[in-house]
């Protein structure tokens, strides 16, 4: 009994974590999470450092949902950006432009 705890406690934050996505609505848009990220140094450091291709692809959908923005509309539900699609394309770029600030910091202090 208590092994299958972990595992519906597992499958309840699934749940969770998907409703939520849908529920900020971004989603809806055609966006991706890494594209609701606010611009800071760190942030526009890791974006100069994206491959051309992922850098063209987030204006893309940064451009289209403006202009959904502008129209107060939404994709077709198909076109949805989907939980389990999510692709975390700016994360590992600004882990390693935080951990290189932070190593500068650091080596300024000395």
């Not at 403006?66 to 950006?81: A, G, I, N, Y």
């Not at 770029?93 to 600030?101: F, G, H, I, K, M």
């Amino acid at each position: 009994m208590a092994s299958r705890a972990p595992v519906a406690t597992g499958r309840l934050m699934l749940g969770f974590r998907k409703w939520y996505y849908n529920l900020c609505g971004f989603n809806k848009l055609g966006l991706m999470r890494d594209d609701t990220i606010h611009e800071d140094a760190d942030v526009k450091e890791a974006l100069r450092r994206l491959p051309e291709k992922d850098y063209n692809d987030r204006m893309f959908r940064i451009k289209r949902a403006l202009d959904l923005s502008m129209k107060q509309q939404v994709l077709p539900k198909e076109q949805w950006t989907k939980y389990e699609e999510e692709n975390y394309y700016l994360s590992p770029y600004l882990e390693e432009v935080v951990r290189e600030r932070k190593e500068k910091e650091e080596w300024m202090k000395k």
